[in-house]
T-cell receptor, first 115, second 112 residues
């Protein structure tokens, strides 16, 4: 399977704990995006990388959230001191820069539940 | 404020008939529009896209229409099949950013 992969698929944690999610993009894609989706809403943009550079961050990305893409391949999203409001599906997408606009392809997501 | 709106939370269609899903946007700087399909517990799957320089794009059973003056786009599925039952999201990008702005989705049910 050469699509976007995300691990873990599910994470249950207690409030105040730190969690880290991993995303492996489609191998030749140089852009990687993180989104968050809550019940009844569409995905909301969090941040994106072009290669290893983080180029855009949403105001949704509070200082408890940090994302990295150290070698321009896989990415991690860490949430520190989790809160119940962080419970959501965290989606990763990747795209290949080609022309003016490129299509983003999504992974299966990581479902986070904060108790 | 919501820049991409899908005003119908749900739609039911008989198998074999046409499904029409609608989307409105407010940001005139959006220049690329996409439709995604999502099954429960899975990530969104790309269906079809359209650039603002076009008014129609077709791919098999799926056609997207863009009316820039009305800031409106629609997805037509013909003929509808039970496997098309899913939540459909409209998304837009542009305005100097690569982020996608999504609507809240429309749940399509195709009845056999």
């Amino acid at each position: 399977d050469t699509g976007v992969s995300q691990n873990p698929r599910h994470k249950i944690t207690k409030r105040g704990q730190n969690v880290t999610f991993r995303c492996d993009p489609i191998s030749e894609h140089n852009r990687l995006y993180w989104y968050r989706q809550t019940l009844g809403q569409g995905p909301e943009f969090l941040t994106y990388f072009q290669n290893e550079a983080q180029l855009e961050k949403s105001r949704l990305l509070s200082d408890r959230f940090s994302a990295e893409r150290p070698k321009g391949s896989f990415s991690t999203l860490e949430i520190q001191r989790t809160e119940q409001g962080d419970s959501a599906m965290y989606l990763c997408a990747s795209s290949l820069v080609s022309g003016v606009r490129s299509t983003q392809y999504f992974g299966p997501g990581t479902r986070l539940t904060v108790l | 404020d919501q820049q991409v709106k899908q005003n119908s939370p749900s739609l039911s269609v008989q198998e074999g008939r046409i499904s029409i899903l609608n989307c409105d946007y407010t940001n005139s700087m959006f220049d690329y529009f996409l439709w995604y399909k999502k099954y429960p517990a899975e990530g969104p799957t790309f269906l079809i896209s359209i650039s603002s320089i076009k008014d129609k794009n077709e791919d098999g059973r799926f056609t997207v229409f863009l009316n820039k003056s009305a800031k409106h786009l629609s997805l037509h599925i013909v003929p509808s099949q039970p496997g098309d039952s899913a939540v459909y999201f409209c998304a837009a990008t542009g305005a100097g950013s690569y982020q996608l702005t999504f609507g809240k989705g429309t749940k399509l049910s195709v009845i056999p």
